[in-house]
């Protein structure tokens, strides 16, 4: 089966500062990352195509990207970023080049909760949805609230949740995240990435087992064919190598049928970010 990764980065130290890497913790993955480094590990792993995702709140970056993915077999789609609360977004994302596919803010780094409700984000959000293109939703836990919230208010806009909106994996618990996410999943224009989850477990000692609980969830309330898989990539080396991550993927969904597998590793994709 020809696999799609939904959810990777590359990003280069050279280009512009990642600040998001200094602390002593990310030291493993402080080094430049590109589509080349990648292609090894994605080819071994079955995956033929890939979603390229922004790092950082940089239209620059997501013109490099597109670029990129112009330039590469590898790579089907951007989802990059514009400033949503600009004066015209639209017009950014009309002058962009193609490729783009969806666009993505770093909501889990904005100090206020309801960020996602204010006026200006959500004129922002329209015009995504005008554009065609999908949104990505990078949240914690005690933001999907706002993310309910923003997602009832616009039925027309495709959202992908990232990363299961980071559950406390690695402390076991469950509540309020869950019920939160079944809010979140009765919108059916609302999919789910299964990516991020081995970074938020113990990186040194996770199990497929811990995060088996958290997969189960949103695979019962979303369904296999609004659930894709992503690596994030080379995030996830902090914890786990490529094939690891993929490895995890396989065994959290070998009790689907051979259609659901098929939709988690390439149909919801496709669908989702209209590739």
Not at 110 to 136: F, I, Q, S, T
Request: glycine content about 8%.
């Amino acid at each position: 089966m020809s696999r799609i990764d939904a959810h990777h980065h590359v990003w280069d130290l050279s280009a512009r500062p990642h600040t998001w890497l200094d602390s002593d913790k990310m030291a493993p993955v402080r080094r430049t990352f590109t589509l080349d480094d990648l292609a090894g590990p994605a080819a071994a792993a079955g995956v033929s195509r890939t979603v390229l995702v922004q790092v950082l709140p940089d239209l620059a970056e997501t013109e490099e990207f597109l670029a990129l993915a112009a330039g590469s077999d590898l790579v089907a789609g951007v989802v990059g970023w514009i400033d949503l609360t600009a004066p015209d977004p639209a017009g950014t994302l009309a002058a962009l080049p193609a490729g783009l596919v969806g666009v993505r803010h770093g909501v889990q780094s904005e100090p206020d909760p309801a960020w996602l409700n204010r006026p200006d984000v959500r004129r922002g959000l329209a015009a995504v949805a005008a554009a065609g293109l999908a949104y990505d939703l990078l949240t914690l836990p005690h933001q999907l609230p706002a993310a309910v919230e923003t997602v009832a208010a616009l039925p027309g806009l495709t959202f992908v949740l990232d990363h299961l909106s980071k559950p406390p994996i690695a402390s076991g618990e469950l509540e309020p995240w869950r019920g939160r996410i079944l809010e979140l999943a009765a919108y059916p224009n609302v999919y789910c990435k299964l990516s991020g989850m081995v970074t938020e477990a113990d990186w040194k000692g996770w199990r497929v087992a811990d995060l088996r609980p958290y997969a189960e969830v949103v695979l019962e309330a979303f369904g296999p064919e609004r659930v894709m898989f992503g690596s994030d990539w080379p995030v996830c080396l902090l914890a786990a190598e490529y094939e690891q991550v993929t490895g995890a993927a396989d065994e959290l969904c070998a009790g689907l049928s051979e259609g659901e597998r098929a939709d988690v590793f390439a149909g919801t994709a496709r669908r989702a970010y209209r590739l």
